[in-house]
């Protein structure tokens, strides 16, 4: 390719005025700076060709725009440029220009010409000022440190510019070198071309130098780091390569290489299902092709660890002995005769078929009454491990089948971690509370526990953890609640639901003399001759301090006096206390629950019902009284819409039957009738307090009192019939702690008196009615 050169000594000679105008898209040039360019349009192809051929001198300026085809519209190139002599030109065979172009003088556009076919202006060349004051020096003293320093840490820049740019005496020459240097885009070295101010000029150099030079610097450092990070690896790789050479030749195995042996030692031993055998084995395979120190080599080991810890085949043996079995279950606990029952004939099943499936069993029943101490107790009569969970507030379906192994820290779900800790695969697993799960939108843990309580599908349970099946089918479960109503029906359809009412008091007597005192005893280092009580102290303590189905506030009270005991011999008070009805208040305070059924019903219009809760049977009192005004009933003490509805029945009953109970007939146009139920701050609701409604306003109408010690429950309609209620041993466990001496209750309760112990039967005189009439009859006094 020919090259041409300048005709030098034509150059300072030439004033410019009128200039051929070259865009320049991606670069800018500086006076005195040299700028390698390659032109490729046309039009501009035609402006160097006509500049080599007269004085080869064009005007270069910036455009605001990338590179488009065709001309670049003037709008579109900034107002200040750079006049260059093209030193070289050589054009290569695709038709392009390659220019070689030094800078001689920055020039202001006065006005675009149209002759040419290229753009062409009236250019004013702006003299460079040569002003050089102190803050000129220290401002070029300055940016030389700055340029040395980026010449240093730029690999693209040869080592010698720094020293040059020393060297060069003229600031405007310095500050155009530095920022035609560094790196910095076009339209920042056009903000540096338009500065005609020197000192100006070199401020903003010097801002560029300082941004450039902090990102060489962060660069450097993350290379550093980096090599550093690289260099530790390779260390570490060519030590431990160099402890492989030295094991082999001594004969010794690295710790990864034993670690696996013991996997497959335990995989063999271990004798793993074929499913489980085999995702053993992919993961054993993936480890041997892991560094130790990875993250991954940690979340297989665990997984192996998990699948090689669990009792796959291990069992314990069943106590098939059912005397010996009787004999724990009574000695462990009092009563709960339908429980142990229960145990005995899965025990003669077993006895009988020994691969009978174990059953899903819900011992159901207010707080207190032995349900999960009943769970260990089975455990120790079968012979088997025990394991419990409390389920109460568990929301998450993970805390059952676990997490997925893709997330960092995943475990199996509550079920296998209770198996692995057991031990064996036929524990007594206690799922407690089950009344109590919740959910949201982690999932429904109630919906995980189907499978897992479900004989059908339990013997292949999948652990999201595990993701290989697990037989359940040998563990019996054992569930806790104190309501079944807020278990799901489809949970509650897979489960044997066994009802643990409440004691009577001479349950409680018996329990509280063979259980209660001597552990509480113990607790507190007492023996036998420190503290004795007596029988008529301990029902005082029942009937006085407590009002519950269950049995820990009794304990709870006697806890108290022991303590008190306790007290009273340490500080050498007194060897020994026998607690009798004269000093169990100085331990207990005063009585806290009064009989009160008497006082509370010698008026006419205070009726005594029986109701049901979630902690056993109570007493209801429920009151009524009238005022002066026309046909208006009122229900106070937090009732709910079914027992307002019973209420206005009754009403409705008496009026349309007024005639027949002698009631005058214009008494309902002129009063005013008020029911109020106390313990107004405890909602209640249900139908079984219909007929001690209706007993009430009768009592209240008629001006009768009730009879005494009298109670009553159950369900009233429009047209005089008395319906069934539920919990009939519950409240009635309740009305004989309370002293109730009569009930009247639905005919169709009859069949439940079964459950209830003959001493109460006793006890208590029941009247079993079918008209709301007959209640009337019983109830009021004549």
């Not at 300082?210 to 550093?228: D, P």
């Not at 089948?401 to 697993?429: D, E």
Request: hydrophobic share 40%; with cysteine.
């Amino acid at each position: 390719m020919p090259e041409e050169q300048p005709p030098t000594e034509t150059i300072a000679e030439n004033k410019l005025e009128l200039l051929p105008i070259l865009p320049l898209f991606d670069a800018a040039l500086f006076p005195k700076m040299i700028l390698p360019l390659v032109v490729m349009q046309g039009e501009s192809i035609k402006l160097v060709d006509e500049a080599m051929a007269s004085d080869r001198l064009i005007g270069l300026v910036v455009s605001k725009k990338i590179a488009k085809e065709g001309a670049t519209p003037e709008e579109d190139l900034y107002t200040v440029g750079t006049s260059a002599l093209i030193l070289k030109m050589a054009k290569t065979q695709d038709n392009r220009a390659q220019l070689l172009v030094q800078g001689l003088s920055r020039f202001k556009i006065l006005e675009f010409m149209d002759s040419k076919p290229y753009l062409q202006a009236k250019v004013e060349m702006i003299p460079e000022t040569e002003i050089k004051d102190t803050e000129t020096e220290a401002l070029m003293a300055n940016i030389v440190n700055l340029f040395a320093r980026i010449a240093e840490l730029s690999p693209g820049l040869p080592p010698e510019i720094g020293t040059m740019a020393k060297s060069i005496a003229d600031p405007g020459t310095l500050a155009d070198m530095i920022a035609s240097t560094i790196n910095s885009t076009p339209d920042e070295k056009q903000k540096i071309l338009e500065l005609i101010d020197i000192n100006d000029r070199l401020k903003e150099v010097t801002r560029m130098a300082n941004h450039q030079l902090e990102i060489l610097e962060l660069g450097n450092k993350i290379q550093t780091q980096v090599k550093g990070d690289i260099d530790k690896s390779q260390r570490e790789y060519y030590l431990r390569q160099q402890l492989k050479a030295i094991r082999e030749e001594l004969g010794e195995k690295d710790d990864s290489s034993v670690e696996l042996d013991d996997y497959r030692k335990k995989i063999a031993e271990k004798n793993l299902p074929e499913e489980a055998a085999k995702e053993a084995e992919r993961e054993l395979n993936r480890l041997s092709r892991m560094h130790p120190s990875s993250a991954e080599y940690t979340v297989a080991s665990t997984y192996l660890d998990w699948l090689t810890a669990l009792p796959w085949h291990d069992s314990t043996e069943d106590n098939l002995d059912i005397k010996k079995a009787r004999k724990v279950l009574d000695e462990d606990h009092f009563g709960l005769e339908k429980a142990k029952i229960r145990i005995i004939e899965y025990l003669a099943v077993r006895k009988l078929k020994p691969d009978s499936k174990g059953p899903i069993l819900c011992l159901a029943g207010p707080p207190g009454t032995g349900k999960t101490s009943l769970g260990n107790s089975i455990a120790r009569a079968l012979g088997r491990k025990f394991h419990r969970i409390s389920l109460g507030g568990v929301r998450d379906e993970a805390e059952i089948r676990g997490h997925r192994r893709t997330y960092v820290g995943a475990l199996p779900g509550r079920i296998i971690q209770g198996i692995r800790r057991a031990g064996s695969n036929n524990p007594v697993f206690m799922l407690d509370e089950i009344d109590k799960v919740g959910s949201d939108f982690r999932g429904d843990p109630s919906s995980a526990l189907l499978e897992v309580l479900d004989p059908e599908q339990n013997f292949s349970f999948s652990d999201h953890y595990l993701d290989v099946p697990f037989d359940l089918s040998k563990v019996m479960f054992i569930t806790t609640a104190n309501v079944l109503d807020t278990i799901p029906p489809a949970l509650r359809d897979r489960m044997e639901v066994i009802n643990l009412l409440g004691y009577t008091e001479d349950d409680k007597i018996k329990i509280a003399n063979r259980y209660l005192i001597p552990r509480q005893r113990k607790a507190h280092g007492l023996n036998a001759d420190q503290i004795i009580f007596s029988g008529g102290a301990i029902r005082h303590i029942i009937s006085g301090y407590t009002r519950e189905a269950g049995l820990r506030n009794l304990e709870r009270e006697i806890a108290t006096i022991c303590r008190g005991v306790a007290s009273k011999v340490a500080e050498g008070e007194a060897p020994a206390a026998t607690i009798n009805l004269n000093n169990i208040s100085k331990f207990l305070g005063p009585v806290k629950i009064q009989i009160e059924t008497r006082a509370r019903v010698s008026t006419p219009g205070v009726a005594i019902g029986l109701a049901w809760t979630p902690n056993g049977g109570d007493i209801l009192f429920i009151e009524a009284t009238s005022m002066k005004g026309g046909k208006n009933l009122t229900l106070t003490g937090q009732l709910g819409d079914v027992m307002k509805e019973s209420a206005t029945a009754a009403l409705s009953f008496i009026r349309s039957n007024a005639v027949s109970m002698g009631i005058a007939d214009d008494y309902f146009a002129s009063h005013d009738l008020h029911i109020h139920i106390p313990a107004g701050a405890i909602p209640k609701d249900g139908p079984s307090a219909g007929v001690t409604m209706l007993t009430a306003l009768t009592s209240l109408i008629t001006n009768k009192p009730i009879r005494k010690d009298l109670a009553m429950t159950g369900e009233i309609t429009l047209r005089g019939q008395v319906l069934p209620v539920g919990g009939i041993k519950e409240k009635v466990l309740a009305a004989h702690r309370a002293g109730i001496k009569t009930i009247i209750m639905p005919k169709w309760n009859e069949k439940d008196l079964e459950e209830i112990p003959k001493k109460i039967q006793k006890d208590i005189q029941f009247h079993f009615v079918e008209k709301m009439l007959d209640v009337i009859k019983l109830a009021l006094e004549k």
